[in-house]
């Protein structure tokens, strides 16, 4: 991550399984409308990387700095995440 003064630290985080909240967030990015879905995506993937062991929030500068892709990318990576660790409970 890039801090105000530009110099870059590397940032390890556990993310956490989600809250219904959260689930309700990624409903929302499904059902978004075209001109709504980077901001419901950004809010999704901003609420994924918060909720995290250390309760390090991820600044927002940070999420709106990523493009579609990134965003896709981590939303991809957690929903994968998530099922596996379902289906290890199981």
Same mark, same amino acid.
């Given at each position: 991550?890039? *801090? /105000? =003064?530009?110099? *870059?630290?590397?940032?390890?985080?556990?993310? /956490?399984?989600?809250?219904?909240?959260? @689930?309700? %967030?990624?409903?929302?990015v499904?059902k978004? =409308?075209? *001109?709504? #879905?980077?901001?419901? @995506? %950004? =809010?999704?993937?901003?609420?994924? @990387?918060?909720? +995290?062991?250390? %309760?390090? %929030? #991820?600044? !927002?500068?940070?999420? /709106? +700095?990523l =493009?579609f892709?990134?965003l896709?990318?981590?939303? *991809? !990576?957690?929903?994968?995440? #998530?099922?596996?660790e379902k289906q290890a409970?199981n």
């Amino acid at each position: 991550m890039e *801090t /105000e =003064d530009g110099q *870059t630290h590397k940032v390890e985080l556990q993310i /956490e399984p989600p809250t219904v909240k959260q @689930l309700e %967030r990624l409903t929302a990015v499904a059902k978004a =409308d075209e *001109t709504e #879905v980077i901001t419901e @995506l %950004r =809010d999704a993937v901003g609420g994924i @990387l918060s909720k +995290n062991k250390t %309760r390090y %929030r #991820v600044p !927002a500068a940070y999420i /709106e +700095n990523l =493009d579609f892709d990134q965003l896709s990318g981590i939303l *991809t !990576a957690y929903m994968q995440w #998530v099922a596996e660790e379902k289906q290890a409970k199981n």
